[in-house]
């Protein structure tokens, strides 16, 4: 990706990589919810560190939903800066804060590890003028380039109270610059520092972080001569912040020593510690809390590098023993080696000798089949219709329009040919669990449900007046979508109804919801209608530019909704992701292309975005998106198909996952994790969101305004913080138009 199209895409994004939002909680306590995304960044090179920056809002910040997926990045981490390394608001490289003021590290993920909810009465204070943090710094490191043309948002939404807690947090970082030597089974980086506040500290969560040669990483404090455990983990496991069980308390003059456990027999050279994947890191993250009335313990961030042998000569032999096996935790954890990608696999004009028209729908059936839905030689323009959305062609479409194809990489075969003679305007189609077909016909207003029957397309019955439109509820007027849900059907009705219409297996109305506007709701052309894994619709309303998440009675759970398009066309789910394709680019941004933007359920916010192999580059170099109109993933998650209609260049597009053949989807991994019983009653509320299968958990953002991106210190390391190749988690677990 060349630096104009960088510099375009930041422009674009600006006012979308930081959005708030406030919801209402229990007790009439106001959460706000403050989100930092990456600027739709697609890495350059291997170990590819880049950071954004935005101005802090004050408040206290009680929990952190991390937006990201080990497949595309290695790690994120999330600082407090008093100024950020550079004005420029995003930067490439490995710089963090600013010199000349403090850098606090708020958050860490990696490894697809879960939400992180601070316990009762403690919160991080950002954003006012004695804690020092006056921006927050996303910095994100990609392992590798990408695959195909994709563009990341990762990011982390922050939850912020304003409510000042009793007790304020801060995390400390043990950090070894000790080197690896080679061929030795256990090698011990050590790490001591001696605690000198008065203000005395409680560690309450822990968490760990090497590259592939860490065992094992612990921490212990001696008080009085006697070692207490703060905790150990196997670097290996997904890196969260794990809950400590006991209170603790941390004094003046007590000692604090972490040890890192490293097997370096398949080495043959002396292995550094740094930054860079070839690297290795020693790092024990403290999270703890401390008195809300006394002095900061830590005023310019809290670290501890010193290597202190004499010191450690009675660390606990706990701190060096392995613990368990925990092949489960290991396979999550797991951080692809090939790059993750979505590649243009295939454009296909034709299918089986057969033209394609206007790919107006697409749905799979039980044999993975894909049925392409198009208009043969009818074209949707502006003499389609009359001012009263009559049809003025009255005779069907003579050629079949229903293809059933199998394909396998981009090789196709057409199975079936159907639908001849029966059809005035085809837009969408859908195959339920009995292989039964439904169709909208936009042409003559009418639902559909049909069986196939050897190469006959046999209709079980149709309902709306055919060729007449109408609001009531007897008629239809240019229906789009239709999805099956339990024993109802979901139909949005469409380019003049702005109505989502419930009908029973057998074409009878239930019930309808909806209505014309732009509120919660309500529509402005309901395009499209899909099921989510948890039997809630997502419903494509196009010229609102959004999709609404609903549940089936029509109550808005969320909505997906960006700056970075103005209409949405078609959407798609598969497992917890949203796919959803604009059928037009921004105006006044033509030349970047249209992109098919990806978001993550129960966010509203878009994660990463792809495209055809050459988007934003002009027609001669490369096909470009005309005007997609549907979308949909294979069952198995591995293709996806994006229908385009536009005018002589009517196209079927195929694009390919690419991911490591062996790897489970994380929705289909169950993981047991253990939790630990409090031994203080106030950490009652100390609490695991557990989100294995999905990285961002329960809270949802409704009517989010964007604000723009602000122009973005570091006693750690001007460079950051040397994030390493098996990094950054945290999470509270014990051991988851008219024209067409």
């Known amino acids: 990706m060349n630096d104009r199209i960088l510099f375009n895409l930041l422009l674009i994004s600006l006012s979308f990589c930081c959005c708030s939002a406030a ?13 930092i ?25 009680v929990g952190f939903e991390p937006m990201a997926h080990a497949d595309r990045v290695h790690h994120m981490l999330l600082y407090g800066c008093t100024m950020p390394a550079s004005e420029q608001g995003f930067w490439r490289g490995m710089e963090t804060c600013g010199w000349g003021g403090g850098s606090y590290i708020l958050y860490a993920w990696a490894r697809n590890a879960p939400n992180l909810v601070l316990p009762k009465d403690v919160a991080f204070s950002v954003g006012h003028e004695q804690d020092g943090i006056k921006y927050f710094v996303l910095q994100v490191h990609y392992a590798q380039p990408f695959a195909g043309e994709i563009h990341d948002f990762s990011g982390v939404t922050m939850h912020i109270s304003q409510r000042k807690p009793m007790n304020l947090a801060a995390v400390m970082l043990f950090v070894s610059g000790t080197p690896i030597p080679p061929q030795l089974p256990a090698f011990q980086n050590n790490i001591t520092c001696m605690f000198q506040s008065t203000t005395p500290i409680h560690p309450f969560a822990f968490r760990t972080h090497t590259h592939a040669m860490g065992r094992l990483v612990s921490a212990f404090f001696k008080h009085d001569g006697h070692w207490t455990k703060i905790g150990k983990r196997n670097p290996q496991w997904p890196q969260l912040f794990e809950a400590i069980p006991s209170k603790l308390t941390i004094g003046r003059g007590d000692q604090m020593s972490a040890s890192c456990r490293f097997d370096s027999m398949d080495k043959n050279r002396t292995v550094n ?13 403290m999270m703890f809390h401390y008195d809300a009335k006394l002095d900061n313990p830590y005023p310019q961030g809290a670290i501890c590098a010193q290597d202190s042998p004499q010191l450690m000569k009675d660390y606990p032999v706990d701190g060096f023993e392995l613990l368990p096996s925990r092949p489960e935790l290991e396979h999550h954890a797991h951080q692809s080696k090939v790059p993750f990608g979505i590649v243009q696999e295939a454009i296909h004009e034709t299918l089986g000798g057969v033209k394609l028209g206007q790919v107006a729908g697409l749905a799979f059936n039980n044999q993975k089949e894909l049925l392409v839905f198009h208009r043969a030689e009818r074209v949707w323009d502006a003499n389609t219709f009359d001012n009263y959305n009559i049809l003025l ?41 009995d292989d039964n077909v439904y169709t909208t016909d936009v042409g003559s ?138 059928g037009r680019p921004i105006m006044g941004h033509e030349s970047e292309g249209i992109a098919v933007f990806v978001g993550r359920s129960g966010t509203g916010l878009i994660e990463y975005a792809f495209g055809p192999a050459t988007r934003g ?15 949909r993933v294979s069952p198995d998650g591995d293709t996806i198909f994006v229908g385009d209609i536009a005018e002589g260049k009517a196209r079927l597009w195929q694009f390919k996952v690419q991911r490591e053949e062996s790897m489970t989807s994380m929705s289909s991994i169950s993981i ?37 991106l602000e122009n973005g210190g570091s006693l750690f390391d001007k460079r950051g913080f040397k994030p390493l190749r098996t990094e950054e988690t945290v999470g509270f677990i014990s051991d988851g138009s008219e024209s067409d």
Request: net charge neutral; with cysteine.
């Open 617 to 631: 580059k002009r027609e001669q170099m490369g096909p470009q998106f005309g005007q997609p109109h549907c979308l």
């Open 37 to 61: 995304q990456m600027i739709g960044y697609s890495p350059q090179k291997t170990d590819d560190y880049v950071a954004v920056s935005v101005e802090a809002t004050p408040g206290y910040v």
């Open 393 to 433: 062609e009255k005779s069907p479409i003579k050629d079949p329009v229903i293809l059933v194809i199998s394909y396998q990489g981009n090789q196709t075969r057409v199975e079936k040919k159907l639908g001849g003679g029966k059809f005035y305007l085809p837009h969408g189609i859908y195959v339920d669990k």
């Open 672 to 708: 047991g994790w253990p939790s630990l019983a409090p031994a203080d009653a106030k950490y009652n509320s100390f609490f695991v969101l557990l989100a294995i299968a999905i990285l961002v958990l329960g809270a949802y953002c409704v009517r989010r305004r964007c604000r723009n």
């Open 273 to 285: 510690m740094g930054a860079m994947g070839v690297d290795e890191m020693c790092n024990f993250y």
């Open 23 to 35: 919801v209402r909680t229990t007790k009439n306590e106001e959460i706000q919810k403050f989100t």
């Open 445 to 582: 207003h009418t639902v559909s449900k049909w069986r196939i029957e050897g190469n006959e397309l046999k209709n079980v019955w149709t309902t709306g007046e055919s060729m007449l439109p109408g609001p009531d509820e007897k008629h239809f007027c240019k229906p789009t979508g239709i999805t099956r849900i339990g024993d109802q059907l979901y139909v949005t009705d469409g380019y003049c109804n702005s109505r989502v219409v419930v009908l029973d297996l057998n074409g009878k109305r239930i019930q309808q919801f909806g209505l014309p506007g732009e509120e919660a709701g309500q529509f402005n052309l309901p395009h499209d209608i899909v099921s989510d894994s948890a039997g809630r619709i997502l419903v494509t309303d196009r010229e609102n530019g959004r999709v609404q998440h609903m549940t089936t009675q029509g109550h808005v759970i969320e909505e997906f909704k960006s700056t970075m398009f103005t209409n949405i066309y078609s959407a798609a789910s598969h497992e917890d992701y949203v796919f959803m394709v604009p």
